[in-house]
């Protein structure tokens, strides 16, 4: 019997990813307190401040100054989505849209023509430590679809499917539908021009979580040309069909077929990315995504010339206050309110 693992690969901090995918990035920092900024209540100026990957103390500044984070930036061309387990990301960008989310929701945002946002990592706690853990997804777009109008959405945790299958040992395993469908179980609607919007690109962001010793049948996926790639982040060993997974391991499989998840001795958590590839050529040059590189030259013409709808923020890296619940106010003013004032 031939077996379904075609490749593994070791995971570092960018894991590598296929077409439609263009980058996922696993961001998992150990925050400090506090302080009235928002900021960490510890020295920071022993980091390279603006460009620090460093991971001291278990966490990294990343470009932000005062608070940790991205300050304002610009994509075009493909879309992120960014799925955050724990803590809070505050988002601003050049339409003059902001939220704040965490806690389990995702924010799927369409660049398009192109955008500026900022994703500040507010340490709201004074008290206790901030542990913020988060996935972003770059999709890309294909190419009729690479100037339209930019547009996010906010998947809502509790609006987020899973399942949940417990076996008679009480071991249970429980899969996030972010996108795509298993089961029967449907994903929210993601963007109307993303390439998960098509229903033949067989899309599917999930995040797979096993009880130690608890199995799972991954099954097979839709189309004849899906690709489907398993990221292995928090495990012993995770066993793959017939193939012993260690942490930190990528495993590309037959996507035809359905494979038999087994956890080893600890808990187990798998991130999967799945989709028929574009097949487009890529050309990329840091946040532009397009087909060509005279595209990329039109980008940051096209950048300098208007800055994507500039910068109607106070400051490159705003954050929204200490006392703000989670909320998206979207560019048409419509706002979602999920949470107190208070937390």
Known sequence: M????LQTVPLGPRWPTIDPFLFCAHHDDAFPPGDEQLA????????????????TDGWSMYHGLTVP???????????????VRTGLIDHADSLGAA?????????????GKGIVHSEMFPLLERDRPNPLELFQIWLNLPADDKLVDPYFTMFWEGDIPRRVVTDDQGRTAEVTVIAGDLDGIEAPTPPPSSWAAHPEADVAIWHVRLDAGASWELPPAAGPDTVRVLYVFEADTLRVADVDVANDTGVVLQHDVPVALTAGTEEVEALLLQGRPIGEPVAQYGPFVM???????QAMRD?????FGGWPWPDEAPTHGPERGRFARHVDGRVEEVEPADR
């Open 2 to 5: 031939v077996s379904p693992v």
């Open 40 to 55: 960490p209540a510890v020295p920071i100026d022993d980091r390279d401040l603006g460009q620090d990957f460093s991971a």
């Open 69 to 83: 984070g991205f300050p304002n930036h610009p994509h075009r061309g493909f879309e992120t989505v960014t799925f």
């Open 99 to 111: 939220a704040r989310f965490g806690r389990g929701d995702v924010q799927w945002l369409t660049a």
């Open 291 to 297: 087909n060509t590189d005279a595209e990329i030259d």
């Open 303 to 307: 950048y300098r010339a208007t800055q």
